[in-house]
């Protein structure tokens, strides 16, 4: 269960409580935290989707034109918990994260809890991973815009001494093939038709 509470905007003051696997918010009269399309205009149509995934409560900017941020910060996707406020388009209304209640799937291995302030490392946080449903064609083709602006960046793999060097896939080796005996059909064409 998550329950957002409006504190800045044209209706300042509703309380939303969503038991749903999908949250969809915007100006569109059928999205499920639905703004003033009058009033509200940094809020996109179809602005960001709140998504109950392996029992955690996800924030997914949609392709918004304006942004969506949280906690002062631009993302594109990021994990919801109690306290953060959500921002639509800079300057824009903002919701309030009221009581989070993770579900976790009983499908999920057994968590190991531990006691004591041990801090984490951001390369193997699970919060850091990146979410694999993207909404739009932006987000798998790698686009500027599809780029996470929040968030810890993994560090590129080294180089080890003696690795072999990554080879070009078979279908670019056949593409390749493929142009040469083409031109030089073209070329045997060509000398035998003068």
Do not use: C
Request: aromatic share 6%.
């Amino acid at each position: 269960m998550i329950r957002l509470r409006q504190i800045k905007g044209a209706d300042s003051g509703r309380e939303f409580e969503f038991e749903q696997e999908l949250i969809r918010i915007g100006r569109m009269p059928d999205s499920d935290v639905n703004f003033d399309p009058e009033v509200d205009l940094d809020v996109s149509g179809r602005h960001a989707e709140i998504r109950n995934e392996d029992g955690r409560y996800l924030l997914i900017d949609t392709g918004s034109r304006n942004g969506t941020w949280l906690n002062g910060q631009r993302i594109k996707h990021a994990a919801l918990g109690k306290g953060d406020e959500i921002e639509f388009g800079r300057g824009g209304p903002k919701l309030e994260i009221d009581v989070v209640r993770n579900r976790f799937d009983s499908r999920e291995p057994t968590r190991r809890m531990t006691r004591g302030g041990g801090s984490r490392d951001p390369r193997f946080d699970p919060l850091a991973v990146p979410v694999t449903s993207a909404t739009r064609l932006e987000d798998l083709t790698g686009l500027p815009d599809g780029v996470p602006e929040a968030g810890p960046i993994a560090e590129p793999a080294r180089k080890e001494p003696g690795a072999r060097p990554k080879r070009p896939s078979s279908a670019l080796l056949w593409a390749s093939a493929t142009l040469v005996v083409l031109a030089a059909l073209t070329i045997v064409v060509a000398f035998s038709i003068r």
